[in-house]
């Protein structure tokens, strides 16, 4: 199972303004009321989980995540950390 998204980071997780490609109706629904700016001081995460519910009665899997801040100059990492791929020898 692999869930996406970009959601807001404030004093809760989830925030608005959010995307998420398994509820985008709803969200889709929430945006029209709240709007979809991007302003400078928002911070927000990008997300890709993925785990399979069959395996290890669905308590294991992974998260690949980037977290940004809005600057009056664009978007900013908010970390270091690379993004390449790790190959493990088998």
Known sequence: MCET???GHGLASLEYPRYRHHAIQADQKAIKVIGDEFRPGMVFAFNI????P???NGTTGC?????IAITPAGAR???QFPMDFQSLAT
């Open 77 to 79: 990492r908010m970390h």
């Open 63 to 67: 998260v690949f995540a980037e977290t």
């Open 5 to 7: 998204g970009i959601h």
């Open 54 to 56: 069959k395996w290890l």
């Open 49 to 52: 989980d993925l785990f399979d």
